[in-house]
């Protein structure tokens, strides 16, 4: 039902313009790679551990392969050449051996030492892509046979004490109480990292690592609690920052379930350099589209340095050009957790009903995708129970507009970490709500042509107007401009800039290959 009056023409328009915008960008992470990249290709080939100092043994074999050839042509042929020239047979010996010195690497020129080189990288990497078509196979199982959530929107709730130890029995706990996702936070600045720490980690700061170790304990945990509980419990991580590839494909093979990926949130939060990121994000979102992971995007977190009414076209913006990005890395639309937020200060006159003709505009914008509508953040005080009671205008706004996911707000928000009480009570907060209105958005119609149909057209006309303006100017000067969330990073500047390079004739990518065919 088309409750907002939306014209199909006019939101073809939109979904076209965000094509045109990033096409160009598509083009680009296509005809270029990066280290983690690369780094994703070997250990989907089966490179794991990390040598004393804690550095992965990935990072020692990428490193050494640039150091001797370039990563122009891929690491995938040099690597498996030097295996054959050396009489090896296990890719993680060989990366021992390039961090001593001890190996040497050339990129294979003959016709019959190319095709030898890409069989065996092939068959390598494919036993790695089999893991990930296991532990997909076996969450299906587990749905079909544990059963999902009864009711929409899935309630998502974060865990974060740095201490993976200590996240499982809270995560468990939090899942007896309701939540049907959890969402383990990362450690602040992991983002930053240009490598995967190893094995379970219990010093993470406001977060905790997202380590292969981590993944398969919390997991593990879930899926004990999930046999108990008689549904299946979701876990998320995030898939963001230098090692966005790396990432994705290790929660690929622990069977997480969704994973914060967004095609910006590193390059304007966390200055990340923007080439990199959506070379990063595209290969990240095929490996996610394979393992049927869910992808929840950032833009909630424009509106946390940007006036939610004001920029409010620039989050359907950024949607638009997500879906797109997503859709032509091969995500379905099941797993498009497209992002926004209640971030509106209340003080403002009529801010209750701004929130529901944002939160309606995208429920219909992208009816099949399973959006992630976040709680309230900005303008949370301190004050507990005027925060609770924001938090339960929250959930009424996605109670009448049907969103997919929905992460439980905090009253302590901007006071410290929550306990296991306070997300007791939020949880109680939002449990309330859905029961008592969970189906209101069937009943719940606008007024044709009054206040929340016309900001709906109002914020979609705005969103059109500056797609065609990011179309004129590319949108690698759109994000140097500030355009999304007041942030200016030029596509010249930023972390991880000399991680990147373009691809040279014969650049070979099995992983790539296999997942595009």
Not at 175 to 186: E, K, M, N, S, T
Not at 261 to 286: E, K
Not at 453 to 468: M, P, T
Not at 486 to 491: D, L, S
Request: aromatic share 6%; charged share 25%; proline share 4%.
């Amino acid at each position: 039902m088309n409750k907002l009056g939306l014209d199909p023409l006019v939101v073809q328009r939109a979904r076209a313009l965000a094509a045109r915008a990033g096409q160009p960008v598509v083009d680009l992470a296509r005809s270029h790679t990066t280290v983690s990249v690369e780094r994703a290709v070997l250990r989907l080939a089966g490179v794991s551990g990390a040598d004393s100092d804690g550095i992965p043994w990935v990072n020692r074999l990428v490193d050494a392969v640039r150091a001797e050839v370039g990563l122009g042509r891929g690491v995938a042929l040099p690597v498996f050449h030097a295996l054959a020239t050396h009489g090896l047979d296990d890719v993680t010996v060989l990366a021992q051996k390039a961090a001593a010195g001890a190996v040497s690497f050339a990129v294979p020129e003959s016709r019959a030492e190319v095709a030898a080189a890409r069989r065996a990288a092939r068959r390598a990497t494919g036993a790695g892509l089999k893991i990930i078509d296991r532990r997909r196979a076996e969450r299906e199982r587990l749905v079909k046979r544990l059963g999902d959530p009864k009711q929409r929107p899935w309630i998502y709730l974060i865990v974060a004490t740095g201490d993976i130890y200590e996240d499982i029995p809270q995560a468990q706990a939090a899942a007896r109480a309701g939540a049907d996702v959890i969402a383990v936070i990362r450690s602040t600045g992991q983002s930053l990292l240009d490598y995967v720490p190893e094995g379970a980690t219990r010093e993470g700061f406001a977060g905790t690592y997202a380590t292969q170790e981590n993944f398969r304990l919390m997991r593990a945990a879930l899926d004990e609690t999930s046999r108990e509980l008689g549904r299946y419990v979701r876990l998320t991580n995030y898939a963001s920052g230098l090692c966005m590839p790396e990432i994705a494909a290790l929660a690929g093979m622990e069977r997480l379930d969704m994973m914060l990926n967004d095609s910006m949130y590193g390059i304007l939060f966390r200055d990340i350099n923007p080439i990199r990121t959506f070379v990063d994000q595209r290969f990240s979102r095929q490996v996610h589209a394979r393992a049927g992971i869910i992808i929840n995007t950032g833009e909630d977190n424009y509106l946390t340095t940007a006036d939610a009414v004001e920029a409010a076209h620039t989050v359907t913006v950024s949607q638009l050009l997500n879906e797109f990005f997503a859709h032509e890395a091969g995500l379905a639309d099941w797993q498009l957790g497209l992002g926004h937020a209640f971030e509106i200060n209340p003080e403002l006159p009529e801010s209750f009903r701004l929130e529901l003709a944002h939160a309606l505009l995208a429920r219909e914008l992208f009816p099949d995708a399973p959006l992630k509508w976040m709680p309230p953040t900005k303008h949370m005080t301190g004050d507990v129970f005027r925060g609770n009671l924001l938090d339960g205008f929250f959930n009424l706004v996605g109670a009448l507009t049907g969103q997919g996911i929905l992460l439980v707000g905090m009253m302590t928000e901007a006071v410290v970490t929550p306990w296991l009480s306070d997300r007791d009570i939020a949880l109680q907060n939002v449990r309330y709500v859905l029961n008592g209105a969970g189906n209101l958005h069937e009943d719940f119609v606008p007024a044709p042509g009054g206040f929340i149909q016309s900001r709906a057209h109002e914020v979609l006309g705005e969103a059109i107007e500056l797609l065609e303006a990011i179309v004129d100017d590319t949108m690698l000067n759109a994000i140097a401009d500030g355009t999304f969330g007041i942030m200016k990073r030029p596509a010249d500047r930023g972390k991880g800039l000399d991680g990147v390079a373009r691809h040279e004739d014969g650049y070979f990518n099995p992983v790539t290959e296999a997942l595009e065919a």
